[in-house]
């Protein structure tokens, strides 16, 4: 006979007593990974020698083959996100003025190409003259013709603009498919239920396409990134989607999905945000484009800040404590979710930090409006458009070099 710490909860979520039927969960299919079984759940939380892995009286629950499901639905997103971008986003863009035109290409040259592509795109000083006296060219033809090589590489206006479309159209699709869907669950009102009954909380269709659906999205995130043009945030972003990938594919399969889907649609909620704030920059509307920062900087900072360390990591430290007790994936668990939140203090202060500058130096500079007001947007740039750092010109505040070289990473 199973036993749990805390209150057991029947199909719908209410409470019900240790002994009746309703709240025995007579099966939960064990992980086939041949990971160490401790590792997933309290001892008093296992079925007993000889239960079943099968699912019994037609309840489902999640299993580590249900992650296989992500890889052909990832491939499907990234197809239709060609499709999107080639048919919708690029005339969406042509219409607003946005052209395909790319920057200044460079001058044929097959022994510069050759320096570009084989030794350095950033030559030093020394080699600059070997070069100029090589070629018979004046070093600064030479160091302008490797800033025009590096920017053939970057991805035009166009194609940002369809990327941050295709990406602000599911980011907004899945965030409110998951609160139409939270609305009605009970753990999204009291996020005890997460825990009542763990883990044999059945698994629901609507619950299932929301997780899957994410962590299909994430792995399709990760096919384009080889097929995109290629960042200087490539790797950071790899390893960003990688974890993400894990802590998803981790909660799924240890049942967790309930106060996953909480984090989830949490984060989904600033996500659309930003992508529109890019939008409304590319398309060069600047009232817009400060206004949508704006606002995804307030939503961030009370969502990261206020929501999900008071609401998320609450129930995941503390009720889930008193419910269930501490075992060893619970440790693996919640220790992604506080370094979660530590990125979200340093991202935060981020914000804030070049918020306030741009704010002072704009009180500062009332009589050069347009000083500040390039000021702004430049800071602006500098969070939100983050492939875009190295190549508007600096600014007269001479933002801070540390900075410029974090936000490189795309904090979305």
Known sequence: ????????????????????????????????LGLVRWLWRPPELRPAGGAGRGDKGGLQYPRAAHVLSAFPL???????????????????????????????????????????????????????????????????????????????????????????????????????????????????WDTRQCWYNYPFQPLTSRLYYYYILELAFYW??????????????????????LATIGLITFSYMNNMVRVGTLVLCLHDASDFLLEAAKLANYAKYQRLCDA??????????????GIYPFWILNTTLFESWELIGPYPSWWLFNGLLVTLQLLHIIWSYLIIRTASKALVRGKVRLG?????????????????????????????CKCDLWFCLFTETRLC
């Open 220 to 241: 399709s995130l990760m096919f384009s990134q080889f097929t995109d043009i290629k960042r200087k945030d490539f790797l950071i972003m790899f390893v960003h989607h």
């Open 292 to 305: 949508f920062f704006m606002l995804f900087g307030v939503v961030f900072i009370v969502t990261r800040l």
């Open 368 to 396: 050069e409006r347009k000083d500040s007001k390039l000021c702004l947007l430049h800071s602006f740039l500098l969070f939100s458009v983050p492939d875009w750092t190295w190549t508007v010109s600096p600014c007269a």
């Open 1 to 32: 006979m199973l036993q749990t710490n805390g209150p057991r909860a029947g199909p719908d979520g209410t409470p019900v007593s240790a002994g009746s039927s309703e709240g025995r969960a007579e099966v939960w299919p064990r992980p086939r």
């Open 74 to 188: 990832a491939i499907g997103i990234f197809t239709v996100r060609l499709l999107f971008e080639r048919f919708i986003a690029k005339p969406c863009a042509i219409n607003l003025g946005i052209q395909d035109s790319g920057p200044h290409r460079a001058q044929p040259n097959a022994i510069l190409e050759k320096v570009f592509t084989s030794i350095t795109k950033y030559p030093d000083g020394r080699r600059l003259e070997g070069l100029s006296k090589q070629l018979d060219w004046d070093v600064r033809k030479i160091q302008r013709w490797f800033r025009h090589r590096r920017n053939q590489d970057k991805p035009t206006t166009l194609t940002k603009f369809c990327e941050s479309m295709w990406r602000f159209t599911f980011y907004l699709s899945i965030f409110f498919y998951g609160i139409r869907f939270l609305w009605t669950a009970p753990w999204f």
